[in-house]
C-alpha cells in the first residue's frame, strides 16, 4: 500500500482507477481518460496532485539564497506580492535536480513547490546548499497542504463563484504565474494561477481537512474528475517536460528546451550551475529536445529511436503518447543539434519498423488547435 492524499476514499467511491505513482497511490482515470483529456481541453476538470510538496522559506536570507540556488531569478519578482516563476534547480555540472515554482508571498517568504519524484531529493539538497552558504533561512515542508489544479477554459467561470465576493474578487484579478492567499468559506485557500494543461486554469494548496469538502464543491460546480493519465496527455500536447523522463540530473536545461528560464542577467548574479551551462552557451548544446510527429498511424512511446537521412547520430523519444486532440501519435525527443530543425523528416523505429514522421516546434496544442500545419 503506497501513501493517500486526503482525497483517496473520495477517488475510490468515484470509481477511480487507483494506480501506483512513485510512492503513491493514484488515479489514473475515472471511466474514461480520454473523456477527462476532453473535458480539461473543453470545459473544466479537477485533478489531485497532493502528491507534489510545498515547501516554505522564510526569513532575510531567502531571497539571496534562493537568487544563488536556482537557474532563474526571484529578483524578477520583486515588483509585486503573489508572483511566480518557472526554474530549473541544477548541479554544479548544470544537471537538473528538479523543475518548480517559486512563488514570492513576501519579501521574506517564498514558496516553492517541487515534483512528487523528487521531494526527498529536493528538500536535502536545499537544506545542504542553506546550511552551507545560508544558515538563516528557515525551510518548512508543507505536509499539512493539499494540492488541487481546476484547469480548462470553464475553469474562471466555475472556480471563483464558489469562494464569495471578496475572494472571487481577488481570484478573477489574477494574472498568469500570479498567486493570491484568500479566505472562503472553503476554508484558506492558496490559488495560483498557473497548471501544467496548457489550458486556464488554477493550483489551489488548502489544509487537508478541508480537502474532500472543497473537491466535492468544485466537482458539482461542474469541473469533471480527471486522473493521471489525462494530465500526461494534456502536458505532452502543450510540450510541457515531465521530470524523469525530459530532463533528469544527466541533462541541463539547454539540452532540455529550458534554456528560457536561466536568467544570464545579471551578470554577477552567480548561482549554482552557472560556469557550465555559460560553457555549454558557448559550444552549443551536443543535443536539443523538440517535438515529433508521426505522418501515418502509431503511438509513440519513450525510448524508441529516431533516425535521420544522413546522419549516423540518432535521437530518442523521452515522452511519447496518443494525442487525443490531433488523433495522432506525438513526442519530445531528444535528438542531435545538427538535426534539430522543425519540419524535418525523421523516421521512428516502433517494433523494428521505421514509421515516417515530422519535427515540429512544441507545443503540440494551442488554443485547442493543432499548433502546426498537420
Known amino acids: 500500500m503506497g501513501l493517500r492524499t486526503p482525497l483517496y476514499e473520495t477517488h475510490v467511491s468515484s470509481g477511480a482507477k487507483m494506480v501506483p505513482f512513485g510512492d ?14 476532453h473535458a480539461v481541453r473543453q470545459a ?4 489531485d496532485v497532493s502528491h507534489m510538496l510545498v515547501v516554505d522559506l522564510t526569513g532575510s536570507e531567502a531571497r539571496p539564497f534562493l537568487r544563488w540556488l536556482l537557474a532563474n531569478d526571484v529578483a524578477k519578482l520583486d515588483d509585486g506580492e503573489g508572483r511566480a516563476l518557472y526554474t530549473c534547480m541544477c548541479k554544479p555540472d548544470g544537471g537538473v535536480i528538479d523543475d518548480l515554482i517559486v512563488y514570492a508571498m513576501r519579501g521574506d517568504w517564498y514558496r516553492l513547490v517541487v515534483n512528487s519524484s523528487r521531494r526527498e531529493t529536493d528538500t536535502d539538497w536545499i537544506r545542504a546548499r542553506r546550511d552551507e552558504a545560508y544558515p538563516g533561512v528557515e525551510l518548512t515542508e508543507r505536509h499539512d497542504l493539499s494540492l488541487l489544479a481546476v484547469q480548462g477554459p470553464r475553469a474562471e467561470e466555475i472556480l471563483p463563484p464558489l469562494l464569495g465576493s471578496a475572494a472571487a474578487e481577488s481570484v478573477n484579478a489574477l494574472k498568469g504565474f500570479q498567486a493570491a492567499v484568500v479566505s472562503t468559506e472553503l ?3 492558496f490559488v495560483g494561477k498557473t497548471g501544467y494543461t496548457g489550458e486556464s486554469g488554477y493550483e489551489i494548496a488548502l489544509p487537508d481537512a478541508d ?3 472543497f ?5 458539482e460546480a461542474g469541473a469533471r474528475p480527471a486522473g493521471l493519465g489525462a494530465r500526461d496527455t494534456l502536458r505532452l500536447e502543450a510540450g510541457l517536460n515531465l521530470y524523469g523522463n525530459d530532463m533528469d540530473e544527466t541533462t541541463t536545461p539547454l539540452e532540455a528546451g529550458l534554456a528560457w528560464t536561466v536568467a544570464w542577467e545579471p551578470a554577477d548574479r552567480d548561482f549554482i550551475g552557472r560556469a557550465a551551462l555559460e560553457r555549454q552557451r558557448a559550444e552549443g548544446p551536443a543535443r536539443k529536445l523538440i517535438g515529433l510527429v508521426l505522418e501515418g498511424k502509431g503511438v509513440l512511446r519513450s ?5 535521420f537521412d544522413g546522419l549516423e547520430e540518432v535521437g530518442e523519444i523521452t515522452s511519447g503518447t496518443f494525442s487525443p486532440t490531433l ?3 506525438i513526442a519530445l525527443a531528444r535528438v542531435p543539434a545538427a538535426a534539430a530543425e522543425p519540419g524535418r523528416p525523421a523516421k521512428v523505429v516502433v517494433r523494428s519498423r521505421e514509421l515516417p514522421a515530422k519535427l515540429v516546434r512544441p507545443p503540440f496544442v494551442k488554443a485547442g488547435q493543432a499548433n502546426f500545419e498537420i
Open 24 to 37: 503513491w497511490d493514484m488515479p489514473l482515470h475515472y471511466g474514461s481518460q480520454v473523456e477527462e483529456h
Open 44 to 47: 473544466c476538470g479537477i485533478f
Open 187 to 189: 476554508g484558506e485557500l
Open 211 to 213: 480537502t474532500v469538502a
Open 215 to 219: 473537491w466535492n464543491a468544485v466537482v
Open 303 to 307: 525510448h524508441q529511436e529516431v533516425h
Open 327 to 329: 488523433e495522432r501519435g
